[in-house]
């Protein structure tokens, strides 16, 4: 019998399981009764080694894939964020709102070394309520005339402050994780802004199989899944002066927008130089 028959057989045969059709393969890839292999049965070993070569691929890619995922963490998805668009400013609300959650959940642990009080002048506060914050703390000036190192309350120009001394004071109050400075973390990351978003919101139980040491908490967006910072935006967690619901999420936008903005405070000025340069040209 000729490959090219065999084949047609094949293909007249009423629908089976697939074990079922692909056990008689073998013993029909053989050479026919004078001894030399048909065109029909190189064709038929051509397209099951091809079909084997691509199932492994896939395979192969699927396994790559998810050691990609656990190494690099899961891929934030993209977020409408309001100040994305040619023409669109910053949501000062949020801005002011995020700051807010800054001060009161994160700087206890994360310093912001490049933001000073005076920048949130006109984006947030006004003058006077932000001279006013400033003076809350303190600083360690001089030295004085005396040669010594005084402490003054805070103004304008001072940085915002420094929750440790130095890194090894942060990583022995953070089980040797060193929580990283935000003033330009949503640069620093890829996908910034959404993974920012995805990794303060993303916190659940791991999978099953997934065993994450004691001391870590299992987030999918963070490489390897275990990160050392717990949960820290729960529902009312702070309250908010202008009464908008301080839901996780929410929280979550405004405190994103905040260092968007503290990563970017120049963006607006230049989106309208974008915009009025083509009519000074003219």
Known sequence: MSGGN??????????????????????LILKDQDGYGSAGLQSLRAVLLLGAGVSGFLGFSTVAFAADEAEHGLEAPNYPWPHKGILSSYDHASIRRGHQVYTQVCASCHSMSLVSYRDLVGIAYTEEEVKAMAAEIEVVDGPNDEGEMFTRPGKLSDRFPQPYANEQAARFANGGAYPPDLSLITKARHNGQNYVFSLLT????PPAGVTIREGLHYNPYFPGGAIAMPKMLNDDAVEYEDGTPATESQMGKDVVTFLAWAAEPEMEERKLVLLFLPHCNA
């Open 202 to 205: 993303g916190y659940r139980d």
């Open 6 to 27: 065999i084949i047609r057989q094949l293909l007249r045969r009423s629908p089976l399981s697939q074990s079922s059709v692909l056990w008689p393969l073998p013993s």
